[in-house]
T-cell receptor, first 111, second 114 residues
């Protein structure tokens, strides 16, 4: 049973546009929701993370929106650039359990 | 430089052979992990270790084995029992297995069965 469902699987966005990736979870005990960014042939790296006590967190062009009642959270990339082209993973965890990852979204930003 | 070193980067294995992937970290982290990445499947947890001489199975542990004899090292053995071992393997570490702790990944090892 997949605990974190991520969509879309792939996304093409024009340079300067907004990229939006969505995730939904089922376990209401989850209390930490990070997003990881992975470039081809590299390991993922933490991009931004949020706790459920806030509805939004912004770092530069990257924003997480969190909807606790709907059990959904999303990543918004403003003014998307070709350098943002990568695979993005949402994840979730609680307590002393390892992160559970979504299946990933391959983002391509085209000029 | 501090970080996680995985070796080899590329590995070819014949069917029926065991192979061991190396993972070393100098971040002084207690927790270490092995994930498997397949196209469209995301990152799936194979094994993790919270402390030396202790480890737990993840979601897809069958056909794999690990050891944690030193804090810095967490090697993964892909045994002949693993039916579909061709994949990208990622080692990771964190201060502890605890919500809120950042997980840091190595650059991965590509394993191909020929």
């Amino acid at each position: 049973q997949q605990q974190v469902k991520q969509s879309p699987q792939s996304l093409i966005v024009q340079k300067g546009g907004i990229s939006i990736i969505n995730c939904a979870y089922e376990n209401t005990a989850f209390d930490y929701f990070p997003w990881y960014q992975q470039f081809p042939g590299k390991g993922p790296a933490l991009l931004i993370a949020i706790r459920p006590d806030v509805s939004e967190k912004k770092e530069g062009r990257f924003t997480i929106s969190f909807n606790k009642s709907a059990k959904q959270f999303s990543l918004h990339i403003m003014d998307s650039q070709p350098g943002d082209s990568a695979t993005y993973f949402c994840a979730a965890t609680t307590g002393n359990t390892p992160l559970v990852f979504g299946k990933g979204t391959r983002l391509s930003v085209i000029a | 430089d501090g970080g996680i070193t995985q070796s080899p980067k590329y590995l070819f294995r014949k069917e029926g052979q065991n192979v061991t992937l190396s993972c070393e970290q100098n971040l002084n982290h207690d927790a270490m992990y092995w994930y498997r990445q397949d196209p469209g499947q995301g990152l799936r947890l194979i094994y993790y270790s919270q402390i030396v001489n202790d480890f737990q199975k993840g979601d897809i542990a069958e056909g794999y084995s690990v050891s944690r004899e030193k804090k810095e090292s967490f090697p993964l053995t892909v045994t002949s029992a693993q039916k579909n071992p061709t994949a990208f393997y990622l080692c990771a570490s964190s201060i502890a297995v605890l919500s809120g702790n950042t997980i840091y990944f190595g650059e991965g090892s590509w394993l191909t069965v020929v």
